[in-house]
């Protein structure tokens, strides 16, 4: 199994990045999937999340509006697409794959965003 996360990097305040998330090893349709970050010296955080289909999803209140999630099925991808970028969005980024049903629970090795001038 592996997540990989992509696009990660620096950029000034109110720029924008889209990180991307790629699978393989399971069967990548069955999972819901979500973004968590971890900012030094801060809790983690989940970020965002998307169902297995891509019918839904769901924010946390400091992203909402500025960040999209998205999935590929075909392309076994996961997208977050993230404008309007804030210093405090500063973190390193982790995707995750989980499935109660599949009994899987992964994580990528998480890559670094930094939000400054």
């Known amino acids: 199994v592996h997540l990989v996360e992509s696009g990660g990097g620096l950029v000034q305040p109110g720029g924008s990045l889209r990180l991307s998330c790629a699978a393989s090893g399971f069967n990548f349709s069955r999972y819901a999937l979500g973004w968590e970050r971890q900012a030094p010296g801060k809790e983690r955080e989940l970020v965002a999340g998307?169902?297995?289909?891509?019918?839904?999803?769901s924010y946390s209140p400091s992203v909402k509006g500025r960040f999209t999630i998205s999935r590929d099925n075909v392309k076994r991808t996961m997208y977050l697409q993230m404008n309007s970028l804030k210093p405090e969005d500063t973190a390193v980024y982790f995707c995750?794959?989980?499935?109660?049903?599949?009994?899987?629970?992964?994580w990528g090795q998480g890559i670094q965003v930094t939000v400054s001038s």
């Open positions: 995750n794959a989980v499935s109660a049903y599949e009994d899987g629970d992964y």
């Open positions: 998307i169902t297995p289909s891509g019918d839904s999803t």
